[in-house]
């Protein structure tokens, strides 16, 4: 059994049994049995895909909510860039600042800031070490977890070091235990645009603990905001970050601020995955750097978002030149973070779903899928419930499955039982009725 917690979840009851889910989800983990979803747990990389393309919202995001603020005594808020993108009539980010004080928070601590001091980090990784090109940047937990799954030769290729949203969390904790605040009195509460960074704060990627306590999604904190923002008379100057760090909120922003030139960034799961294979495959050895995001248009195309992607990229570039504008001396300013912000535990291949532990068994195993997925008619429609005729033969091979859940091998047999009952009624014994020729 997977020990995985995951972030993406499934309401049944609001479920009809369609398979757009099945077709779009990149690991395969959908299946629709007995005219419902199941999300199968050792497969989901929580990338929200079946939350954006599900019609009926039977997926959700299970995010923490701001009534646990009052499990901590000093409330610390970090919100991700994109949160400023999603008021169309905000440019200075002090405004939503201030409105995150109001809204019950000590402290806020931008992620924006963390992306900035990752970069740095990132930049010296790069230049002094051996990684294998091209290197892939670690920042997306989906995209990460994604290669552990599908891609493990490109394990390698990850840039071991912390999200920007970790390496913060660790500042702003840190620095208060320094000035005498107790751990357990301290929480750290994460804006995220996405489901995966729950996922990655209850489950890191590259070390044992991850210091945000909660994380709750910028859907509701945004109503919440707009209500305190509106009454707003005096607006605290709280910004930390330039707009180096704000621009990680979209696709491009972190290969831009690293300074390398020949660099890919791509956005989107399916997007990602194509580029992910030619990796594989060896024809992408002449790039140095890819930075893929799994949502569209990057982070700010996000599950947990409220603005459409392409109108919160708009609006985020009038953000990011009025932060130029009001930018401050903030280079120069030492935090302290506990250790350096390179990974100190292994990332490992995690096999999904294997045919068998005995190996003997798994090649045969393996053979009998091969034959099973001959016989099927390839169309990959979706209406046996799984996304496609090999994972069908799969799933069969697991005793998940019959040959007969597919439509078309059903009504091949049902043609030849009805031509087997004709041949059976001809052969009817003189003594109950056949009739003589």
Known sequence: MCKHLHSVTLQEDKCRGCTDCIKRCPTEAIRVRNGKA???????????????????HAKKAVTDTLDSLSEYKYKVAMPAPTLYAQFKNILDVNVILTGLKKLGFDEIFEVARG?????????????????????ISSVCPV???????????LIDNILPIMSPMEVAARIVKTNLINKGFKKEDIGIFFISPCAAKATNAKNPIGFEKSFVDKVISIRDVYMKLIPIIKKIDKVQ??????????????????????GIDNYIAVDGIENVNRILEQVENGKLEDVEFIEGLACDGGCLGGPLTVENSFVAKNHLKKVLNYSMNQAKNIEEENFNIEGNLTWNKEVMYKPVMTLDEDMEKAIKKMEELERIYEKLPHIDCGSCGTPNCRALAEDIVRNNANIEDCIFMLRQKVRKMAEDMVCLSQKLPPAIGREKM
Do not use: H, Y
Not at 143 to 152: A, H, N, S, T
Not at 237 to 257: D, F, H, P, Y
């Open 38 to 56: 199941k999300i199968i747990n050792e497969r989901c990389i929580d990338c929200g895909m079946c939350i954006k393309v599900c019609k009926n």
């Open 143 to 153: 995209i990460v977890r994604l290669i552990q799954i599908r891609f493990p030769e």
């Open 115 to 135: 992306a900035e001091i990752v970069t740095e980090a990132s930049k010296k990784m790069i230049k002094n070490s051996s990684l294998k090109k091209p290197i």
């Open 237 to 258: 100057e709280i910004r930390q970050s330039t707009r180096k760090g704000i621009g990680w909120a979209m696709s491009g922003g972190e290969g831009e601020v690293l």
